[in-house]
C-alpha cells in the first residue's frame, strides 16, 4: 500500500532559537536564523523579521531568492536596541520597561540582522523622508515614459512613486540620455535610462544560472548595464529577469507592445514542456494567451521557469485546431458518415463529416462494447492529465486492453529543465495506462495490429505513426478512435476523431518528475467544439462500463485519488496551489 | 583584428599574476601591463584577459570602462590632462580646457577624453593632481605644470613636435 501522501518537500529542520523583536511597537517573535537566497541559514534580516511582522518594506535590490546587494537604499529603516548599562545588562526605564537606544543612523533593512529586543520603525516621518529622497534621487535620470513602458502597471518605480514621490521634478538640469532599444539577447529587449542599476538580473544570471554575462560598466551617472559587446546574453533562463527587474529596463521581446497588464487575466497553472512541472501564471485577454509567467512554488520551481517553457504556448491558439467532432467517411467507419461525399468544389472526396458529441460517442460506446476481449489497444499520452489518464484506464480494464504511451526525452539541465519532456509520466505510470518501461508495449501493438488480434485502436494525443504504428498499420484497423488537439498524421486516418482541450483549456492535475501532484485551471474556452477528454471520457466510461463517476474534476479527482493507491488520501482541495507530493 | 600578445608580455604578466592569492586580484596591473605596451585596451584585449584571469570579458570590461585612465581607444600622442577639481575649477580650469580644444579644434562639450583627428593630441579633464595652490594646473604626458595661462598653454602646445 502507498504511504502517506505529505506536503512536506524537506524533512523538518532542527528547533531554531526564536528572538523577540518590535516592528513599529508590536512585539513579534523571529527565528534567529531564516533560510537565504540559497537556503542557507543565516542570521534573519530586518526585512525578514518586518515580512514576518506583515509590515511591508519598499525595495529594489532585495529579493529574497538573490544574494543581497544593497545597493539601492529604498529599504532603509530606523531602529533601537536595548541601552545596555556599564554592567552589560539591560537598562530599564522608570516604568521598568526596557529602555531602547535609538540608533541615531538608519539602516538597510535588507542587510541587517536582527537582534533581542531591537525595535524597527518603518513608518516614522523620518523613513517617510529617505524614501522620497532616494525616489527622487532615482528618478532624476529617468525617463519618466510609463506610457509606452511595458512594466506600468507592474512596477515598483510607478507604485513607490504613488507612495512617496512628489508630483513635480526639481530636477532642472539636462538628463542623462544612455541607449534604448538595445538588443541584449535574443529574448530580451534593454532600455537602460530606465533601468535603476539594482543589479538584480546580473545577480540572477551570474549566480542562478551560472551564466555571468551582464554588468554595469561606466561611472556614476553614467552607469550602464549591458552584455559584453558582441555578446548575446542568451541561456535559456533569460527572460526571468525581466520578471525581477522592479521596472520596465528589460522587457521580453514576445510581449512588449502586445497587451497591457491590467487587462491581463490571470489563471493559474502548470508548465507542460517538461516533467519538473513549473507552476505559473497564464496571462489571457478575450480568450487569448498572451504570456506565461512563473508563479513561487518553492517545492518545484521557486520563483523561476525556462524560457522554452514559458514562451511554448503559441500551439494554443493555432488556426488549425482540431474543432470538430468528426466521423470518416470512407471504409467500414460509421453509420453516421456520407460516404464518398464530394467537397463543396466537387473533385476531392471530403474524407470526414462533422457529426454530435453525443452520437459519436454513443456510436463509439457501441463498438467498444461488442469488441471482442483483446482486441482493443489503446495508446495515451503522458500529456493527458491524472483523471483523464484514470478514466482511460477503467476503459482498459473494461476491454482487456493493452496499453502504453510514449515517452519524450531530451537535454536537461541543473536548475529545471527535465530530461523527461512529457509532463505527466508519472500519472501515466501510476494510473497503470502506460507500461512499466514506458513505451515497451508499443511494438506489441503494432504486432497485434499485424496480425489482426488487435482491430480497435484508441489514441490520445500522440501521432502514433511517428512511434512504430504507421499508416500501413493503422489502415488495417477496423475502428481507429483519436482524440487530439492538433491535426497529424494519425488523426487524419481517424475513424472517429474528438477535439480535445490544451491544459490552458481544462481543468485537472499532473504529477511531475519527484511525484508533486499539481493541479491547473482553465484559463480560455477550447476552439469550436473541442471538449475537455476527462468530460468526454466520463460519458464514454459511462456508456461502456455503466459505472456512472462524477461530473466535476473536484469529484472525479477525489474518486479516483480514492481508487490509485498512491493518491490515497489526496482531495481536489487539498491540493492547494502548490500541489502534494506522493511517493511514485 | 588579430590581437597577439608578445611572449615576453606574457610572461611579465603571468609573473605579476602569480603575486595575488587569487587570479582575479591582478585584474588591473595585468591591464596596467597591456596599456603600457599596446598604449590602448582593445575589445580583444580585454577578452584576452578574461580568459588569462578565468574571468568573464563583462567582469574586466566593468573595470576597464570604471577607470578613465584606461583607454578603450587609441590616444594623441600628447596627452593634455587639465585639473578640474575645485581650486583649478576657480582658477579658470574650464577656460584652459575651452582654449586648448579651441585652438585644436575639439568639442569642449563632448564627455571623455577628446582626440585630433591626426592622432596628434588629446585633451581631457581629470581630478585634483594635489597641486591645488598653484591652479590652474595640467599635464602634458607625464610633464606637469604650474599656474598656466592661455599663454603658456601655447607655449606648451608649441613645444610638442
Ligand atoms: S536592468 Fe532591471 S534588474 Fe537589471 S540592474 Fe537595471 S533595474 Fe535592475
Ligand atoms: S523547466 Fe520544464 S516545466 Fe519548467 S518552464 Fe521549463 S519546460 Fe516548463
Ligand atoms: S533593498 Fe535594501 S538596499 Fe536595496
Ligand atoms: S584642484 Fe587642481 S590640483 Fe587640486
Redesign the pocket.
Known amino acids: 500500500m502507498s504511504t502517506a501522501a505529505t506536503t512536506e518537500t524537506k524533512p523538518a529542520p532542527a528547533a531554531i532559537e526564536k528572538i523577540m523583536v518590535k516592528v513599529d511597537g508590536r512585539e513579534i517573535e523571529v527565528p534567529r536564523l531564516m533560510a537565504d537566497w540559497s537556503g542557507k541559514l543565516t542570521p534573519t534580516t530586518m526585512?525578514q523579521a518586518c515580512e514576518l511582522a506583515k509590515t511591508d518594506v519598499p525595495?529594489?535590490?532585495?529579493h529574497p531568492k538573490l544574494p543581497?546587494?544593497?545597493?539601492?537604499?529604498?529599504?532603509?529603516v530606523e531602529f533601537g536596541t536595548p541601552a545596555l548599562g556599564p554592567d552589560r545588562k539591560p537598562i530599564l526605564n522608570p516604568d521598568g520597561t526596557t529602555k531602547i537606544a535609538k540608533s541615531p543612523r538608519p539602516a538597510?533593512?535588507?542587510?541587517t540582522p536582527v537582534s533581542p529586543g531591537m525595535e524597527i520603525y518603518t513608518n516614522t516621518p523620518g523613513v517617510k523622508q529617505m524614501r522620497e529622497g532616494v525616489l527622487e534621487f532615482l528618478l532624476i535620470n529617468h525617463p519618466l515614459d510609463c506610457p509606452i513602458c511595458d512594466q506600468a502597471g507592474e512596477c515598483k518605480l510607478q507604485e513607490y512613486s504613488v507612495d512617496y514621490g512628489q508630483s513635480a521634478s526639481r530636477f532642472v538640469e539636462a538628463k542623462v540620455h544612455k541607449p534604448k532599444v538595445v538588443d541584449l539577447g535574443p529574448r530580451i529587449m534593454l532600455d537602460d535610462e530606465r533601468c535603476i542599476l539594482?543589479t538584480r538580473c546580473i545577480r540572477f544570471t551570474k549566480d542562478i544560472v551560472g551564466d555571468d554575462a551582464l554588468g554595469i560598466v561606466n561611472r556614476g551617472s553614467f552607469n550602464t548595464l549591458t552584455a559584453f559587446p558582441g555578446k548575446a546574453f542568451d541561456n535559456n533562463y533569460t527572460l526571468n529577469t525581466v520578471d525581477i527587474c522592479p521596472v520596465g529596463a528589460l522587457t521580453s521581446k514576445d510581449f512588449r507592445f502586445q497587451m497591457r497588464v491590467w487587462f491581463l487575466k490571470e489563471t493559474r497553472s502548470v508548465c507542460t514542456s517538461c516533467a519538473t512541472g513549473c507552476n505559473i501564471l497564464i496571462g489571457s485577454r478575450e480568450e487569448k494567451i498572451y504570456r506565461y509567467t512563473p508563479r513561487e512554488n518553492d517545492a518545484v520551481n521557486g520563483p523561476w521557469m525556462c524560457d522554452y517553457g514559458r514562451l511554448n504556448y503559441k500551439w494554443i491558439g493555432r488556426a488549425d485546431r482540431l474543432k470538430d467532432v468528426l466521423v470518416r467517411n470512407v471504409g467500414q467507419a460509421s453509420s453516421l458518415s456520407h460516404s464518398q461525399e464530394k467537397s463543396e468544389t466537387g473533385r476531392m472526396p471530403v474524407l470526414h463529416s462533422k457529426v454530435t458529441w453525443t452520437a459519436a460517442l454513443s456510436e463509439i460506446a457501441d463498438k467498444l462494447k461488442n469488441a471482442p476481449a483483446g482486441s482493443v489497444a489503446i495508446v495515451a499520452s503522458a500529456r493527458q492529465t491524472n483523471e483523464e489518464l484514470w478514466l482511460i484506464s477503467k476503459l482498459k480494464a473494461k476491454l482487456g486492453a493493452i496499453s502504453d504511451s510514449i515517452s519524450r526525452t531530451g537535454a536537461g539541465d541543473k536548475l529545471l529543465v527535465s530530461t523527461d519532456k512529457n509532463p505527466n509520466t508519472n500519472g501515466a505510470q501510476l494510473t497503470g495506462v502506460a507500461a512499466n518501461s514506458m513505451g515497451t508495449n508499443l511494438p506489441k501493438i503494432a504486432d497485434g495490429i499485424r496480425t489482426g488480434k488487435i482491430r480497435t485502436l484508441i489514441v490520445f494525443g500522440e501521432d502514433v505513426t511517428r512511434h512504430g504504428i504507421g499508416v500501413d498499420l493503422l489502415g488495417k484497423l477496423e475502428t481507429l478512435i483519436v482524440s487530439d488537439i492538433l491535426p497529424n498524421a494519425t488523426t487524419e486516418l481517424a475513424h472517429y476523431l474528438l477535439p480535445g482541450c490544451a491544459h490552458a483549456e481544462k481543468r485537472g492535475t499532473f504529477t511531475n518528475t519527484k511525484g508533486r501532484v499539481q493541479k491547473f485551471m482553465k484559463a480560455v474556452e477550447p476552439p469550436g467544439d473541442a471538449r475537455p477528454e476527462w468530460e468526454f471520457l466520463h460519458d464514454l466510461v459511462y456508456n461502456v462500463t455503466g459505472q456512472d463517476g462524477f461530473l466535476t474534476i473536484e469529484g472525479l479527482f477525489n474518486e479516483m485519488a480514492q481508487d490509485v493507491p498512491a493518491f490515497n488520501g489526496l482531495t481536489w482541495a487539498n491540493l492547494g496551489d502548490t500541489g502534494v507530493t506522493v511517493k511514485t | 583584428m588579430s590581437f597577439t600578445v608578445p611572449a615576453n608580455l606574457e610572461g611579465e604578466i603571468d609573473e605579476l599574476i602569480s603575486h595575488y592569492p587569487v587570479k582575479r586580484a591582478a585584474s588591473l596591473m595585468v591591464l596596467h601591463a597591456i596599456q603600457e605596451h599596446f598604449g590602448w585596451i582593445s575589445q580583444e584585449a580585454v577578452e584576452w584577459t578574461a580568459r588569462k584571469l578565468d574571468l568573464q570579458p563583462i567582469n574586466v570590461y566593468e573595470l576597464v570602462t570604471f577607470y578613465p585612465m584606461l583607454r578603450q581607444e587609441p590616444m594623441g600622442k600628447y596627452q593634455i590632462k587639465v585639473c578640474r577639481t575645485l581650486s583649478c575649477a576657480l582658477g579658470g580650469a574650464y577656460e584652459l580646457h575651452q582654449h586648448f580644444c579651441g585652438k585644436l579644434g575639439l568639442d569642449a562639450h563632448k564627455h571623455g577624453p577628446q582626440t585630433t583627428q591626426d592622432g596628434k593630441f588629446t585633451v581631457e579633464f581629470i581630478e585634483c593632481l594635489a597641486s591645488c595652490g598653484t591652479a590652474p594646473v595640467m599635464m602634458c604626458n607625464d610633464d606637469f605644470y604650474e599656474g598656466v595661462s592661455h599663454a603658456k598653454a601655447d607655449e606648451i602646445l608649441g613645444g610638442c613636435k
Do not use: K
Open positions: 526585512i525595495h529594489y535590490c532585495y543581497i546587494a544593497g545597493n539601492c537604499r529604498m529599504c532603509l538597510i533593512a535588507c542587510a539594482c
